[in-house]
Every structure is written in structure tokens, then in C-alpha cells.
């Protein structure tokens, strides 16, 4: 057994590479706050650039992001926002769009391939009534995480960007994972994200930053962006420091993306040939493998707890299956020793071989839609 | 003028990370701390904890975050209401931000001139309880140490003490802004810890004086910090390998705490040097810690002239009035001394109705003269 631990819960948890600590040692920072931070506007700059809007904003999570994004769309009292109801936002975000932003959800069905139905979008936008709240935006999740690490195409973006532009609405992408999908799909991210006024990226995923997340859109809307960040506590001082690992992580991080699809799809044809496991390679789009074991004897819950002992750790994604999610931080020979581990664990609790002991590390909480 | 060095007065949040910080952040052991695993961070918050004699600590990316979070915490029930001072950071600076984004309504008492609030305007700010059709309940009360708009004055143990008896006798918590609580900690000789025994939490920046990147902590029991976790990750602040910044913390908490008596020193210096320039007054008795409130006597001369020509002999101050010079490790004696030849020199200057200085201020409209806004 291997003394390396295979971490398959998330790529959250990539760790800074030694370029870019050494980047975050030089980094020329100064007072963000004040805007005199020059590795944080350079970081910005190039951010809106590579996406195709007119300005960007650094901010310290994917939730502060979209929060910030949701809030800035949504600023006046009485507003709703539609969005799936298998959403990151809805479901992982503690209802902050709510509690804090006093924003009402409007949830519409998210089909399995991660989009919404658009007649249903449709059907969800509120027209001037005395009962009802003012819809002023749509939300898209591009990778979507919970149907799988789904890619969502251009022209299903465009149709909905038509939708609410036709509507008088805004709409927001939570792209924590857009890079993602920009791969996977051929489609430069750009293009992928025209058709929308705002836009959440991780950096802190994939690409493997250690902090952050970047928001992306109008001059106007960063403006406004800007200062809610200060409102929420997000306003940081010599912040170049994450911004310079930031960059580093965008520039030698995006093209190991497609490896990471690759081995996820590795993962995935090697899961199915395992008796127990029920895996549709084909809906491997991504980075991300959800799969089930049939046996009634073994849970997701066990299953980790098993895993954990063999040093690869995963997470349940719900009661019935279990989530892989591959980085650039995982090898091949890593791939291959967790399908060994994965195939010794459910032999392990069929034969009821195995001591099923307090888990440690937290590896079999549910995912929390990291 | 012989160097190219900038003296940068403007506020302690400018200090740039030092060597050792840049090379913990480098060499930093993490990992994913939403999961609650990033080693450092681990260990710099119970380090804080232990420091400041409170059960837990949790880490920050602003002190706005800290003191949003501890209001939003404490005033968990929709309806509440904060007793604070009118001249506060968390009233004036925050954006309002524990009401446009918490709901809690603020309560304001008269700050007086050394930082404190009358005792008892504080007592008469209280809702009386079963007054309740017309009132939001009282449930917290702020205090501010050092308080930053009246010149960085400290708050006394046995002020605070006596505040903290009040919360505790009404059932009310008590949380402090202290920002820059290790400069009031040194200033008045009183251990830390003791300084704030009497809080239910505190938040405390690493950033201002103690020089790191970014950061602030919030101490308090293991209750209220679990709570604060939850609120810290609803507001957007929950980071993943954060220990590159609990690192830097770290050191500049190592490092640093034991120079701010020098910040002290050197403020008290600049200020009886201020002192002698005819068209400048300083209340040198009142400079208790690192910062100096300048009072122009001279009509000719205007704050936002004055930080122009200033600005073109490279010393940076914000145009507010009364403008306010705040001292850090990163200014050395001999930069004070500098920056004093250079208030002389823009006193002079500005005396002589010089013309062509209308032309150079414009350009540095730009960069140096946006305002202080409380930091």
C-alpha cells in the first residue's frame, strides 16, 4: 500500500505548486484597498481579457463571488432570481442570497444534463403583479456539479442569454468551473460566456490556486461589485500575494485540464468493469465520476470508510452514490491504484472482512458540492 | 531630496510583507481549510486564542468581515439592536453593512473625545425589555480600541470592565473592534488578554501594524466561533489553503507586536516636531499610540494643498481634515525626521502663493489624495 493518499473528494483541495509559492514571495503587493495593488490589477486585467468583459474582480471564494454577483443584479428590494434547483447556489451557499442579500429564489428543475428546461425558465419569470416579487435575474452553473461536472453548451448559454435579454433580465454564470467546460466542449471560454453579464471563476479548483475565485463582467457591474465585496468583508490589503499564485495557476494549470478528462474518463471505464458498480462513462464529461454499487451490503458510506483505510479518500455524493473528482495533482498511477483499492474495498465488505472504524478527515461527510 | 523612498503616512494597513513573512508564506504546510484541515491555519488561530485568553479564534480577510461576522453572530435573532458610538469604525466605515446585510439596527451614543462613551448614555440606550411593540431588542454593545477617529486612544481594562458589567447585568454581549487592540495592549502596559477579558469577542487585524498581507482574527468562545464559521462561509469568506496567509499572520504577529512601541515613540516625536512648525498644532498630550491628528492654523494653508505639495516631496497623507498621520515599523526615525523638513518646506511654500504647484497637483490628484475613509 502506498503511503500517498489518492484524494479524490475534490479538486478544492489541490495544493499550491512550487511555482506559485515562490510567486506569492516576490509578488509586488500594496494597499488592494486603497487600488494601489499592481500584481492584483494586473491579475484583474488579464482575468476580463481572457473572458471577454470589460473588467474584473478578485475575491476570496466561489460563494463570495456569486453572492456579490447575485446581490449587484438583484439591488433593489423585491427581487428574484431564477435558478436551478440542483444548483451549487441554491443548495450549497446557505441560502445567502436570502439571508443576507434578501433576494427570494425562484428554483426550476435542473434535467440531469445540467440545464433547465427553457420553456421552464420561461414559465418561472414573474410579470408586474401585486402578489409577486420582481424577477431580475437568471443563473447558469457551468460545469454543473451535482448532475456530474456537465457541461452546458454555447448555444444552450446563448438561448438563455436571448431569453433574458428579451425579458429585461440579467444573467449570471456561476463558472467555478468554466474552464472546465471550455475544454471539454472545444469552445474558447470567451465565446462560451458572451451571452452573459456576469460570470464566477474558481481559481482555487482545477487550476489549483491556493485562495480565490475571480468575477468577471461590465465596468459598471465590477463598480458596484467592488464595493459589496467591501460590504461582505472581502476587501483584503496586500492581496497581490493570492493574485500572484492566481496568475501562476491560469497559466500552467488550464492546459492540464484535458488531462484531468481523460483520466477521469480512465477512472470511469474501470469503475464499470468492477461486477458491484453501476457508471455510465459516456456521461463523463468533466473531471467529476459519480457511480453506484449495487450490492444492497455495501453503502457509499462504507464504501469510503473502507477506501479511507486503503489511503484514497472520496465522499458520498448522496445515499446511493459516490463522487470522484480528478486534478491535475492526481497521476495516472494514481488512477490506477484507486480502481485496485476501490476493487480490494467492496471485496473487503463482501466478504465482511474488514473493521469499519470511526472514519477520520471527515471522508465520508456528504460532499457539500465541492 | 537624496532617496526615492516614499514616507507613507496615511495608514498602517500600507505595510508591505517583510521577508520572513513572504518566505513562511513560500514554505506554508496547507490544505483545504473549509474542510477544516489547513495545519497552519489550525495552528495560528489557537495561537490567537491563547493570546488574546479566549477559547477559539477564526481567520479573517478584513476586519470589516471580523466585525460583521461577531454582530451578525451575537444578533442572530431578526429585531436586534447594537449599541455603538457615533463615531465608530463599524458605523462610519463598513458600508452599514450589519443592516443593509445583517438587519441589525444600529443604536448610536456620543463617542467622547478619548474614545469611550458615557456610561450612562450606554445604560440609557438600552430598550427597556417589554417595551417590545415599538423596540428592536438590545442584545450587543461595541466598543472600539484604539479608537481610530479620535486619535487612536486607548480604552482603559477597568472602562472596559465596567461596560462588560453593564452587558453582562442587561444580558448583553460585548464585542470590541480592536483592530489595533496590541497598540492599546502596549500603550497602557495591560497584557492583552487581560484587556479584553471582560468581551464575549474581539477581532483583531494582522494587517495594520503588525504588518501582514491581509488578515484579521475574531476570538471568542468555541460556541460563538462555530457560529462564526457558519456566517463566515455564508459571506463569502471561507478560503481554501489559507495557510499562506495564516503563515505570514503568524510572523508578523511574532515579529512585530514588540515594535509598536517604537510606531508610539515615533508618533509622539512627529508630533512635537509638528509642534514647532508655526502653522501646524498638535495635541501632543493626546497622542496615545501611532496616530496624530494635525490641526492647521494658518486659513492660507488647506488639507488638500497640503497633501499635494507634500506629495511631491513623496511624503503621502490623506487630505482629510483634521488630517491624520499614522505611524508604523515601516517608517523609520529617519523618515520622520524627513517627513518633518518636508511639512516645513509645504508650509513655506504654500505661504509663498507658489502657482506652478496648481499644475503639479493635478497629477497627483491620481494616486495619493483619494481619502482615508477610516482605515
Request: neutral net charge; charged residues 20%; hydrophobic residues 40%.
Amino acid at each position: 500500500m502506498a503511503s500517498k493518499v489518492v484524494d479524490l473528494r475534490s479538486d478544492t483541495v489541490t495544493k499550491p505548486s512550487e511555482a506559485m509559492r515562490a510567486a506569492m514571495a516576490a509578488a509586488d503587493v500594496d494597499d488592494d484597498v486603497l487600488g494601489a495593488d499592481p500584481t492584483a490589477h494586473r491579475f484583474e486585467a488579464e482575468m476580463a481579457a481572457v473572458m471577454g468583459k470589460e473588467a474584473a474582480l478578485f475575491v476570496p471564494s466561489g460563494t463570495m463571488g456569486n453572492l456579490i454577483s447575485v446581490l449587484v443584479h438583484c439591488d433593489v428590494r423585491g427581487s428574484e432570481a431564477i435558478l436551478g434547483d440542483n444548483s451549487h447556489i441554491h443548495v450549497y451557499e446557505n441560502g445567502g442570497i436570502s439571508t443576507i442579500g434578501g433576494v427570494h429564489p425562484r428554483t426550476v428543475k435542473n434535467n440531469p444534463d445540467g440545464t433547465m428546461d427553457i420553456d421552464k425558465i420561461v414559465a418561472a419569470i414573474r410579470h408586474p403583479d401585486l402578489h409577486y416579487p420582481t424577477t431580475r435575474l437568471i443563473c447558469l452553473e457551468n460545469t454543473h456539479g451535482n448532475t456530474g461536472g456537465k457541461c452546458l453548451s454555447v448555444e444552450y448559454t446563448d438561448k438563455v442569454g436571448e431569453i433574458a435579454k428579451s425579458h429585461g433580465l440579467k444573467l449570471h454564470i456561476d463558472g467555478a468551473r468554466i474552464f472546465n467546460a471550455s475544454v471539454a466542449l472545444g469552445v474558447p471560454v470567451d465565446r462560451l460566456v458572451k451571452a452573459a453579464d456576469s460570470v464566477s471563476v474558481c481559481l482555487s479548483k482545477g487550476l489549483g490556486a491556493p485562495v480565490g475565485s475571480v468575477i468577471v463582467g461590465s465596468k459598471a457591474f465590477i463598480d458596484k461589485a467592488r464595493i459589496l465585496r467591501k460590504t461582505l468583508g472581502g476587501g483584503m490589503r496586500q492581496v497581490g500575494v493570492l493574485c500572484a499564485a492566481a496568475h501562476v495557476a491560469v497559466r500552467d494549470t488550464m492546459g492540464k485540464l484535458a488531462d484531468d478528462h481523460r483520466k477521469a474518463k480512465a477512472l470511469a471505464v474501470g469503475l464499470k468493469k468492477i461486477e458491484q458498480i453501476t457508471v455510465d462513462p459516456a456521461s463523463v464529461e468533466t473531471n467529476m465520476v459519480f457511480f453506484e454499487v449495487m450490492d444492497p451490503r455495501i453503502s457509499p458510506d462504507k464504501l469510503c470508510q473502507v477506501l479511507e483505510q486503503h489511503n484514497v479518500l472520496a465522499m458520498p455524493a448522496n445515499s446511493k452514490s459516490i463522487r470522484f473528482v480528478v486534478h491535475y495533482q492526481i497521476s495516472d498511477a494514481d488512477v490506477r491504484y484507486a480502481l485496485a483499492c476501490v476493487q480490494k474495498a467492496i471485496k473487503e465488505l463482501l466478504e465482511g472482512s474488514t473493521e469499519l472504524g470511526h472514519s477520520i478527515n471527515g471522508a465520508t461527510k456528504s460532499s457539500y458540492g465541492h | 531630496m537624496a532617496t526615492k523612498v516614499v514616507v507613507d503616512l496615511r495608514s498602517d494597513t500600507v505595510t508591505k510583507p517583510s521577508e520572513a513573512m513572504r518566505a513562511s508564506m513560500a514554505a506554508a504546510d496547507v490544505d483545504d481549510d473549509v474542510r477544516g484541515a489547513d495545519p497552519t491555519a489550525r495552528r495560528f488561530q489557537e495561537e490567537m486564542a491563547a493570546l488574546m485568553g479566549k477559547e477559539a479564534a477564526l481567520f479573517v480577510p478584513s476586519g470589516t468581515m471580523g466585525n460583521l461576522v461577531s454582530v451578525l453572530a451575537h444578533c442572530d435573532v431578526r429585531g436586534s439592536e447594537v449599541i455603538l458610538g457615533d463615531d465608530s469604525h463599524i458605523h462610519l466605515y463598513e458600508n452599514g453593512g450589519i443592516s443593509t446585510l445583517g438587519g441589525v439596527h444600529p443604536k448610536t451614543v456620543r463617542n467622547n473625545s478619548d474614545g469611550t462613551m458615557d456610561i450612562d448614555s450606554i445604560v440609557a440606550a438600552i430598550r427597556p425589555p417589554g417595551g417590545g411593540l415599538y423596540y428592536p431588542t438590545t442584545r450587543l454593545i461595541c466598543l472600539e480600541n484604539t479608537h481610530g477617529n479620535s486619535g487612536g486612544k486607548c480604552l482603559s481594562a477597568e472602562y472596559t470592565e465596567k461596560v462588560g458589567e453593564i452587558a453582562k447585568s442587561h444580558g448583553l454581549k460585548l464585542h470590541i473592534d480592536g483592530a489595533r487592540i496590541f497598540n492599546a495592549s502596549v500603550a497602557l502596559g495591560v497584557p492583552v488578554d487581560r484587556l479584553v477579558r471582560a468581551a464575549d469577542s474581539v477581532s483583531v487585524c494582522i494587517s495594520k501594524g503588525l504588518g501582514a498581507p491581509v488578515g484579521s482574527v475574531i476570538v471568542g468562545s468555541k460556541a460563538f466561533i462555530d457560529k462564526a464559521k457558519i456566517l463566515r462561509k455564508t459571506l463569502g469568506g471561507g478560503m481554501r489553503q489559507v495557510g499562506v496567509l495564516c503563515a505570514a499572520a503568524h510572523v508578523a504577529v511574532r515579529d512585530n507586536v514588540g515594535k509598536l512601541a517604537d510606531d508610539h515613540r515615533k508618533a509622539k516625536a512627529l508630533a512635537d516636531g509638528l509642534n514647532k512648525i508655526e502653522q501646524f498644532r498638535v495635541d501632543s498630550a493626546s497622542v496615545q499610540t501611532n496616530m496624530v491628528f494635525l490641526d492647521i492654523v494658518d486659513s492660507r494653508i488647506s488639507s488638500n494643498k497640503l497633501c499635494q505639495v507634500l506629495g511631491t516631496h513623496n511624503v503621502l497623507a490623506s487630505p482629510r481634515s483634521p488630517k491624520r498621520l499614522v505611524l508604523h515599523y515601516q517608517i523609520s526615525d529617519d523618515d520622520v525626521q524627513y517627513a518633518l523638513t518636508c511639512f516645513k518646506k509645504a508650509a513655506e511654500q504654500l505661504l509663498m502663493g507658489s502657482t506652478e504647484l496648481e499644475h503639479l497637483a493635478e497629477q497627483l490628484l491620481m494616486g495619493t489624495t483619494k481619502n482615508s475613509y477610516g482605515q
